[in-house]
């Protein structure tokens, strides 16, 4: 640590750029920074790692206890491998969160900016809609979707491929509104910068000044708001799994949880793990987001 | 020479809360291929509004008549997008406040060849060779390392170079600099003025200098509109105004420079009061209530611009010097 914090003031003389790159980080930043990798990692390649199948069943070994040699993280009542089962709840975890807050991002993202920087009439508009779709509950928004979409009963089971749709359309839908809003105010902000009328004055197309001007600097906020964004994800999920209808047979965090929920009293992991592992990816994108939304500060000040 | 730009009657009225604006009232100029404007005023005389109104470069809530001759086409009834041909490539802009008219997050090459490449056409590599000559000839030094730089890097007056780069980086024919040395120090005015000056001469540039400073003006123009609450009230070639001044407002304007002859400790001459209210309707000479010579005439009748001879337009029942 010495060693680099010394090399970094030797650079500052002659490369004052280069010391703002090698800034100390808070520790929080390597810690969030570290599980959001693992979480990434279990997601993508999880498939690969040596652990027995999340879906099977072993009879033999019935609700053992975490650290058993055979269940590392032990196993359900139900005798599902605890390892097993999150990592493969991150993979979808992971991929309904993100795809979710990456499409409705972008969508919202695109519909602020725009409104905003045009203003009129479309403006009003927009803001009307963001405002009606906030006011509605995320989680009863997504319930009636779910349930109207994905509708399930005995006798007409939805496919778990049309779950998981439905269930990211709803939080798609969840998220436009709520990054709309910060990309429409950051925008506004931005846009009655002189920056952005002097690239006008030389003639330059509003679209292009969008790109160039515009998202460059809306986009810190963004993603700030868009990792606090992917941990309300999770939890949505993972209330709806509770709740549920979201997806089934623990194939998710939430709906590992909703299973080993009456469990508690005999096999308390069955509940403990994969909430903690929610905890820890809430928290870890929350201080993400925030280092995010502070480099962005530092940013600012230095103008 | 060949009449560059012509303002003919223009007026400018802003929506507000409070009832119509007037910012701009019935304005009428003429500006000569490579000649210089000067346009002083004090704060909220409307001009930078006037410069701004000229090129089309305002607010939603604003409203422009009169009309607008450029190089010998009406510009005032033209489509937004045909006007926006003309930005850049035949008039261009420079702000009052460089710190804020570059954009933060992008680096001093990519915000100068920004117009080389999307207005020009220019590729990547002609418009990095020309950001580096455009650097050179505003006198920055080590260009090829100042395109790597960010605007918080630079001091105010090296980013009114950026800026005086950037605005004539497409070779406009007509600049407005809208108060381009108010923000920087007054020994970092006058480099950036006598760039400005050379730049103009170089390219045979006709320039508009808004500025609240008359003595900024004096050395860098051809000719001086003064204005006041929106109307020009003085309007005469930069040596005529100074040896024969005719509006009481000039003259107070001048006087309220600080000169090195007063004694230590003397009270700089102020200009008492301030501008009418925009939005509202009053007869008389709007400068009336600070006037040093006014009379009742001034108060019940708004004087019409007169012409005094020798170019030299005024807004005055009772001229300094008196009526020809």
């Known amino acids: 640590m010495s060693?680099?914090?010394?090399?970094?003031?030797?650079?500052?003389?002659?490369?004052?750029?280069?010391?703002?790159?090698?800034?100390?980080?808070?520790?929080?930043?390597?810690?969030?920074?570290?599980?959001?990798?693992?979480?990434?990692?279990?997601?993508?390649?999880?498939?690969?790692?040596?652990t027995p199948s999340w879906d099977e069943s072993f009879y033999d070994s019935l609700g053992v206890h975490p650290f058993h040699p055979s269940h590392i993280l032990g196993t359900t009542l139900d005798g599902y491998d605890m390892?097993?089962?999150?990592?493969?709840?991150?993979?979808?975890?992971?991929?309904?969160?993100?795809?979710?807050?990456?499409?409705?991002?972008?969508?919202?993202?695109?519909?602020?900016?725009?409104?905003?920087?045009?203003?009129?009439?479309?403006d009003i508009f927009v803001t009307m809609a963001f405002n009606v779709m906030l006011s509605i509950p995320n989680l009863v928004l997504s319930l009636a979707l779910l349930s109207v979409l994905a509708y399930s009963d005995e006798n007409h089971p939805a496919t778990m491929t049309r779950r998981v749709g439905v269930l990211m359309l709803s939080l798609t839908i969840v998220i436009i509104p709520i990054l709309g809003r910060i990309a429409r105010g950051a925008t506004l902000q931005w846009s009655s910068r002189e920056f952005v009328l002097a690239s006008k004055s030389m003639g330059t197309k509003n679209?292009?000044?969008?790109?160039?001007?515009?998202?460059?600097?809306?986009?810190?906020?963004?993603?700030?708001?868009?990792?606090?964004?992917i941990g309300s994800v999770i939890i949505v999920e993972g209330s709806l799994a509770i709740l549920g209808i979201g997806v089934p047979g623990g194939a998710s965090w939430g709906s590992m949880l909703a299973n080993g929920r009456g469990n508690i009293a005999y096999s308390p992991w069955e509940v403990y793990l994969p909430a903690t592992a929610i905890a820890?990816?809430?928290?870890?994108?929350?201080?993400?987001?925030?280092?995010?939304?502070?480099?962005l500060d530092k940013r600012e000040s230095k103008i | 020479?060949?009449?560059l730009l012509k303002i003919d009657d223009m007026s400018v009225r802003f929506e507000t809360p409070r009832g119509k604006l007037k910012a701009v009232n019935n304005v009428s100029i003429e500006l000569l291929a490579g000649e210089s404007l000067g346009v002083v005023g004090e704060s909220g005389s409307g001009k930078t509004v006037l410069s701004r109104a000229t090129m089309g470069l305002l607010p939603g809530t604003a409203t422009r008549t009169?009309?607008?001759?450029?190089?010998?086409?009406?510009?005032?009834?033209?489509?937004?997008?045909?006007?926006?041909?003309?930005?850049?490539?035949?008039?261009?802009?420079?702000?009052?406040?460089?710190?804020?008219?570059?954009n933060p997050v992008r680096r001093i090459g990519s915000q100068l060849t920004e117009s080389l490449t999307v207005r020009l056409g220019m590729n990547k590599k002609d418009a990095k060779e020309k950001a580096i000559e455009l650097l050179k000839r505003v006198r920055i030094p080590d260009p090829e390392a100042m395109l790597r730089k960010f605007p918080y890097q630079l001091s105010g007056g090296m980013r009114q170079r950026i800026m005086i780069a950037i605005a004539v980086s497409c070779e406009p024919k007509l600049l407005f600099a809208d108060?381009?040395?108010?923000?920087?120090?007054?020994?970092?005015?006058?480099?950036?003025?006598?760039?400005?000056?050379?730049?103009?001469?170089?390219?045979?540039?006709?320039?508009?200098?808004?500025?609240?400073?008359?003595?900024?003006?004096?050395?860098?123009?051809?000719?001086?509109?003064?204005?006041?609450?929106?109307?020009?009230?003085?309007?005469?070639?930069?040596?005529?105004?100074?040896?024969?001044?005719?509006?009481?407002?000039?003259e107070a304007l001048l006087k309220s420079i600080p000169r090195l002859e007063t004694p230590t400790g003397s009270r700089l001459p102020v200009i008492e009061g301030r501008l009418p209210d925009p939005t509202k309707d009053e007869p008389g000479c709007p400068f009336a209530n600070r006037c040093p010579y006014v009379t009742d005439k001034c108060r019940a009748e708004k004087p019409p611009l007169t012409d005094g001879g020798n170019n030299h337009f005024y807004r005055c029942w009772f001229p300094i010097g008196g009526v020809k």
């Open chain 1, 207 to 229: 679209f292009t000044i969008i790109r160039k001007h515009i998202l460059p600097n809306v986009a810190p906020a963004i993603l700030a708001i868009g990792f606090l964004a």
């Open chain 2, 66 to 102: 009169g009309t607008i001759t450029y190089e010998g086409q009406d510009i005032s009834s033209l489509p937004k997008d045909e006007v926006r041909e003309l930005w850049g490539t035949g008039m261009a802009m420079i702000f009052q406040d460089p710190m804020t008219a570059l």
């Open chain 2, 1 to 3: 020479m060949s009449s």
């Open chain 2, 179 to 250: 108060e381009p040395t108010t923000a920087l120090d007054v020994t970092v005015q006058a480099q950036v003025l006598e760039l400005l000056t050379e730049l103009r001469k170089e390219a045979n540039m006709a320039m508009i200098l808004v500025t609240h400073d008359l003595g900024v003006v004096a050395g860098h123009t051809d000719k001086i509109a003064v204005m006041y609450a929106g109307d020009v009230v003085e309007y005469a070639p930069t040596r005529q105004l100074f040896a024969n001044m005719k509006m009481p407002y000039t």
């Open chain 1, 3 to 50: 060693e680099t914090s010394q090399l970094s003031t030797t650079d500052s003389v002659d490369t004052p750029v280069k010391i703002k790159r090698k800034r100390k980080r808070p520790i929080g930043f390597y810690i969030a920074g570290s599980w959001i990798a693992l979480i990434i990692f279990l997601a993508f390649f999880g498939w690969a790692l040596p």
């Open chain 1, 280 to 295: 820890f990816t809430v928290i870890s994108c929350n201080w993400f987001g925030d280092y995010v939304r502070l480099s």
């Open chain 1, 83 to 122: 390892f097993a089962g999150l990592v493969n709840g991150a993979r979808l975890s992971v991929f309904v969160s993100l795809v979710s807050v990456t499409v409705g991002g972008a969508i919202g993202t695109f519909i602020g900016v725009t409104s905003a920087y045009f203003r009129g009439k479309i």
